[in-house]
């Protein structure tokens, strides 16, 4: 096994690029993109500001620039189907894989993709052209080869560390409406077969429906048997059919970015007792990219490597470093190894000490963002039944590389309106050491009359304001950080060639809401916290000592502009050349120096080295 020493001894908060802080490329995603690309999903619906082609193609490009910049790692292909022209692996007719130079078909997301693929439309039926899903008379399957074609190109990667999804763009709801009879009845079930196919490799088909105009999308007659939905799932679905295409942006943003495992630890809750769990993070605080260096001529990406030289021989060192620890003048030699076994004082990820109440869990505990557990039968059978027992026991009673203590906090489900926000597990809180907290000096002072003390009077208009500003169902999602959204947008601006000029106006919602801090209730809090605090004449004396300062200014004001009429009496270059600064009294020299906003303290040598250097003598 290789050591790294540098790493040896890092903690976790020391790499932000960590398991608890950033997702693993482990967890990447392989996504395929179908557009069906039949006559009747490029037309302009009447009253329509643009086609169901035109809607897909938008959603994805905005999707692509978000994938670009979260979550680079994660690999792409868009596929159409329905075309004249064909281009896939397998050679299968109506399926053109589109793709741009230098890249693989399933590849990660470039800056020339988005930009090639968002002008997609003005070429398409000419280079690629468009057409009917099914011609009567002819077995050809459209849909039946676009999902072989998908599977091909998600057939890289391990379904252990990698998600493989197929989205489906059409607005056709009965792909077969065109053929009947037994033609029909083998094209359905062998598509639906294919289907199946892709599903068991561990690949999920997610359909996003767009309604024809005066229909709606019926998933009855063939998309809910290839999903796989029925009862419940099918009549939660349906609603989803009948949304506008405006919505779908965000639709495909929230799927694209589901909750994904970014570890999975083994927890040990007695004796032999076992259970596997999975950890998902997420809340993480977000920061821009990390720099990537280039080569300045070909524009490859650079490797650095790092060689150990002997100070004594200049000789390159083959063999691995060793460490050492100087005891009693002696020095005792460790081995990267053995320094981590050292460190590594037990083998079990996750190991139950005993229970605690919630209300000995405090705010100041909490080392670092919380990872969410959920079971997992994927390994150890039956981790999903113990790990209910367990989760409903502490609902009634109400790892990283070094040894971390732990707190796991149950959570019940939360469901409003038929919708789950808040699914049932629990939180792992990461506990702090006693020499990691850090008690607060209290100010010593034995005369307690001179320490200012808050009126009971004073104390309760703060609480009235604190209430008035209370926001409601407060969540930190809900605030974007306006920094990064300003420097993702100019590094898309430059990667895609954008005008500079175009940049979007950043909405910075952390500002305060001028608007809502004018309702009467919140003047009337304020004002009468002001009140207790300041007095009733504070406004009165506020104006009075603004009122000094503005005179104090101006005064101010006066002495600089004499300042600067002396000063123009004189020739400062040529009383520099020739050396007669120090003939001038001090007020002369000080002019000089308030004319040009400069200090004018100190002595006389101190002032002209300060003309001197002014002037670049």
């Known amino acids: 096994m290789d050591y790294d020493p540098d790493n040896l001894f890092r903690d976790d908060e020391e790499d932000p690029e960590g398991e608890f802080f950033q997702e693993r490329e482990s967890s990447k995603e392989f996504v395929v993109y179908l557009i069906d690309a039949r006559p009747e999903m490029l037309a302009q619906d009447a009253g329509k500001s643009e086609s169901h082609f ?6 994805i490009t905005e999707s692509l620039k978000t994938l670009i910049i979260n979550r680079d790692y994660d690999e792409v292909a868009i596929c159409f189907f329905n075309t004249k022209e064909k281009k896939n692996m397998q050679d299968l007719d ?25 002008h997609i439309e003005e070429k398409f039926l000419t280079k690629i052209g468009s057409r009917n899903g099914i011609i009567p008379m002819t077995r050809e399957n459209s849909l039946y080869n676009a999902i072989w074609v998908s599977q091909g190109l998600l057939r890289r990667g391990s379904s252990k560390n990698v998600d493989k999804r197929i989205l489906l763009f059409t ?76 919505d779908m942006v965000d639709q495909l943003k929230k799927r694209i970015f589901k909750k994904r495992v970014i570890r999975r630890m083994a927890f040990l809750i007695h004796d032999d007792m076992w259970i596997e769990l999975n950890s998902y993070a997420l809340i993480r605080p977000t920061s821009p990219g990390v720099i990537t260096w280039l080569d ?82 994927e390994e150890i059978d039956g981790s999903t039944c113990i790990f209910v027992a367990l989760y409903r026991a502490m609902l009634k009673y109400q790892s990283s590389t070094h040894p971390q203590l732990v707190a796991l906090v149950a959570q019940d489900d939360m469901i409003r309106n038929g919708v789950q926000l808040e699914p049932p597990g629990m939180h792992m809180i990461y506990l702090p050491y006693c020499n990691d907290i850090r008690s607060i000096e209290e100010l010593q002072n034995h005369d307690s009359d001179t320490i200012p003390r808050a009126t009971d009077d004073q104390i309760e208009k703060a609480m009235a304001v604190m209430k008035k500003l209370d926001l409601k169902e407060f969540s930190i999602s809900q605030f974007a950080n306006p920094a990064l959204q300003r420097h993702y947008a100019l590094l898309q601006v430059l990667a895609l060639g954008d005008d500079v000029d175009e940049l979007p106006e950043i909405n ?38 603004e009122a000094t300062k503005s005179g104090g200014e101006a005064s101010k004001k006066r002495k600089a502009e004499t300042a600067v009429k002396e000063a123009a009496n004189y020739n400062w270059d040529d009383l520099a050349e020739s050396g007669k600064l120090k003939d001038l009294t001090m007020p002369e020299l000080k002019n000089y120096l308030a004319a040009h906003n400069l200090p004018v303290t100190g002595k006389k040598d101190a002032l002209i080295s300060r003309i001197l250097t002014h002037l670049g003598k």
């Open 54 to 59: 035109h809607a897909a193609n938008r959603c």
């Open 94 to 118: 109506s399926v053109y894989v589109f793709n741009v130079p230098e890249r693989e078909e399933l590849d990660r997301p470039t800056a020339r993709l988005i930009k090639e693929f968002s």
């Open 171 to 246: 607005n056709e709801d009965d792909p077969f409406r065109h053929v009947d009879g037994a033609t029909k009845s083998d094209m359905i079930r062998t598509t639906l077969q294919r289907a199946k196919d892709v599903q068991d490799l561990s690949i999920s088909i997610e359909l996003f429906p767009m309604c024809r105009p005066g229909t709606e999308f019926n998933t009855y007659k063939f998309y809910a048997e290839l999903l796989g939905l029925e009862g419940e799932e099918l009549s939660e679905f349906l609603p989803l059919a009948a949304e506008k295409i405006e």
């Open 296 to 377: 300045s001529v070909s524009n490859t990406q650079l490797k650095s490597e790092r060689s150990f030289i002997c100070a004594d021989t200049g000789t390159l060192l083959q063999e691995p470093m060793e460490r050492f620890h100087l005891h009693k003048n002696e020095i005792v030699r460790f081995s990267l190894e053995e320094l981590s076994e050292v460190k590594r004082i037990s083998s079990v990820p996750l190991f139950l000490l005993g229970f605690k109440p919630t209300d000995c869990l405090k705010d100041y505990h909490n080392l670092k963002p919380s990872t969410f557990l959920y079971p997992s039968d």
């Open 508 to 545: 910075d919602e952390t500002l305060p809401d001028e608007e809502g801090m004018r309702r009467p209730g919140v003047v009337n809090a304020l004002e009468g916290f002001k009140a207790a605090v300041y007095g009733e004449n504070h406004d009165a004396e506020e104006a009075a000592l």
